[in-house]
């Protein structure tokens, strides 16, 4: 080997690519942009289906129960 190629060069022997300057970036454009929504009216909504939901598994329980008193009560005369 020769001096020359283990000796570390002052400059490197390529240069790197220049970078090219950033170039901001557009989303783009809808037709018709979604309004702006509120959590409100959604909130509203959920608490409307929860209540809804609590009803009905009242009912169905109540009616259950009902059903098991009824075959009880029949059951229980024979």
């Known amino acids: 080997m ?3 190629e283990t000796e ?8 790197p ?3 090219p300057a950033a170039v901001p970036v557009t989303p783009p454009a ?8 509120t959590t409100n009216g959604s909130e509203r909504r959920k608490e409307r ?6 009803l009905v ?3 169905v329980a ?3 129960a009902f059903y098991l008193w009824l075959m009880f ?4 005369k024979h």
């Open 2 to 4: 020769t001096t020359s």
């Open 62 to 64: 109540h009616l259950m």
């Open 8 to 15: 570390p060069t002052a400059e490197p022997t390529a240069r």
């Open 49 to 54: 289906g929860v209540v809804l939901r609590v």
């Open 73 to 76: 009560a029949v059951l229980g």
């Open 17 to 19: 690519a220049a970078v």
């Open 30 to 37: 809808t037709p018709h942009p979604a309004p702006a929504r």
């Open 57 to 59: 598994y009242v009912v």
